[in-house]
């Protein structure tokens, strides 16, 4: 298996664009993470999805953070619009319902100027 | 709410020396607990967990983590550190039945030669 895949691996953008990152979780997984990575404040999770169904978004920390996983093989984070305090890396990862570990994906480095 | 403290933001051994990284967790109930490393510019890699039973578990690459409830506990060891173990290390508890990580600001371990 190819793992978890993230796209783009690094993504440079303006002030005030819209931002969107992609992820394509392990096949089988059931489990969909996104986290958020900066120095300030560490890893936090962002949201999750069960069966592609929101579970908990409660870490999403403004209107401007949208999550979807519109099936199984593929979930997206959009921010618009994007301000450079989101300057972070963005991680993927993905389980298995009693597996536990989260398999992540190698993250998106998100800079905003 | 769960939390976890990790005291050490850097650590400095010597290759061959015995490493020791420290974890403190808060949680009301029973946790899931989790060791995982971050090399640069890569995701996130499990090394060991915790559920339940001995409270010594193995992971890879020959680390071992020990669980001691009394001191809401869970430090990482190594007995003989390489130059490869050179990283940054997040400690991690799990709630939901362990699917939701709440990471602590991990510790970045630099290995001298």
């Known amino acids: 298996d190819a793992g978890v895949i993230q796209s783009p691996r690094h993504e440079v953008t303006e002030m005030g664009q819209e931002v969107t990152l992609r992820c394509k979780p392990i096949s089988g997984h059931d489990y969909l993470f996104w986290y958020r990575q900066t120095m300030m404040r560490g890893l936090e999770l962002l949201i999750y999805f069960n069966n592609n169904v929101p579970i908990d978004d409660s870490g999403m920390p403004e209107d401007r953070f949208s999550a979807k996983m519109p099936n199984a093989s593929f979930s997206t984070l959009k921010i618009q619009p994007s301000e450079p305090r989101d300057s972070a890396v963005y991680f993927c990862?993905?389980?298995?319902?009693?597996?536990?570990?989260?398999?992540f994906g190698p993250g998106t480095r998100l800079t905003v100027l | 709410a769960q939390s976890v403290t990790q005291p050490d933001i850097h650590i400095t051994v010597s290759e061959g020396a015995s490493l020791e990284l420290r974890c403190n967790y808060s949680y009301g109930a029973t946790p899931y607990l989790f060791w995982y490393v971050q090399s640069p510019g890569q995701g996130l890699q499990l090394l060991l967990k915790y559920f339940s039973g001995d409270t010594l578990v193995q992971g890879i690459k020959g680390f071992e983590a020990e669980f001691k409830r009394s001191q809401s506990s869970f430090n990482l060891r190594k007995p003989s550190v390489h130059w490869s173990d050179a990283a940054e290390y997040f400690c991690?508890?799990?709630?939901?039945?362990?699917?939701?990580?709440?990471f602590g600001t991990g510790t970045q371990l630099k290995v001298e030669l």
């Open positions: 991690a508890v799990g709630t939901g039945g362990g699917n939701k990580l709440t």
């Open positions: 990862a993905s389980t298995l319902w009693g597996e536990t570990e989260q398999f």
